[in-house]
């Protein structure tokens, strides 16, 4: 009998320490998959980062590649040359400068007294128009 009740023990402890591994075992799977999940998400942020940091590397390598053909024309005579001409409004000493009037919007030509014709010249001496 006493034997019996040891084993009957046994058995009502047996179920108690299933029941109480299975909820340790569940327990930590749950904690496992949300930080995997966690880290997965974390993982798409940081991929996401890194192609958009990707895309701005290779937008800067082509601003770097024009500015320095820019530092390279820069540097040329025919572009020193051009740029005084239009920016600083010089002339090399054996050159001469003809200038055009730049008309604004609604405003007419002016007329000169060589353009005029002779019927025009006579109309204004005699005052009609």
């Known amino acids: 009998m006493l034997k019996f009740r ?32 966690k880290i997965s998400r974390k993982r798409e942020e940081l991929d996401l980062e890194k192609e958009t940091l990707k895309n701005k590397i290779e937008s800067l390598k082509k601003e770097r590649e024009n500015l320095e053909s820019k530092i390279f024309q820069a540097e040329s005579e025919d572009f020193i040359e051009k740029t005084a001409r239009e920016e600083l409004n010089l002339k090399k000493e054996e050159e001469k400068v003809v200038a055009f009037p730049i008309l604004k919007e609604g405003e007419e030509e002016p007329e000169s007294e060589e353009e005029k014709n002779f019927l025009q010249k006579f109309l204004e001496k005699i005052n009609i128009k």
Request: aromatic share 16%; charged share 10%; net charge positive.
């Open 6 to 37: 040891k084993f009957k023990r046994a058995r009502q402890g047996f179920p108690f320490f299933l029941i109480l591994s299975l909820g340790i075992l569940i327990f930590l799977s749950t904690i496992l998959i949300l930080a995997n999940l």
